[in-house]
């Protein structure tokens, strides 16, 4: 099990900036991928920026150039860093970790934390 807390969430003006962080009860080195999604009222779910296995970083296209991934390893703490916010950044912001575990991949997800952008 691996259980996420994230933090940092709440109302910003547009062009502002935000910090999200996720803290992990499991070492980082333990789990296999680790990222961002959000999800905006009637939409899906989708992947806004994340580690891969390798350890590269991905974005989805509408961040780059304005958010940031980036870990804290001794603190096993993921961080998204958000600058130039857009309205349509509006959302609930998950932390999620990918563990493989006898072959089978588990799917964790933090509680969420909301996002607004707004004047």
């Known amino acids: 099990q691996v259980q996420l807390v994230e933090s940092g969430g709440g109302l910003v003006q547009p062009g502002g900036s935000l910090r999200l962080s996720c803290a992990a009860s499991?070492?980082?080195?333990?789990?296999?991928?680790m990222g961002w999604y959000r999800q905006a009222p009637g939409k899906q779910r989708e992947l806004v920026a994340g580690?891969?296995?390798?350890?590269?970083?991905n974005y989805a296209d509408s961040v780059k150039g304005r958010f940031t991934i980036s870990r804290d390893n001794a603190k096993n703490t993921v961080y998204l860093q958000m600058n130039s916010l857009k309205p349509e950044d509006t959302a609930v912001y998950y932390c999620n970790a990918k563990r493989i575990s006898g072959g089978v991949m588990y799917d964790y997800w933090g509680q969420g934390t909301q996002v607004t952008v707004s004047s």
């Open positions: 499991a070492s980082i080195f333990s789990i296999y991928a």
């Open positions: 580690f891969t296995s390798g350890g590269s970083t």
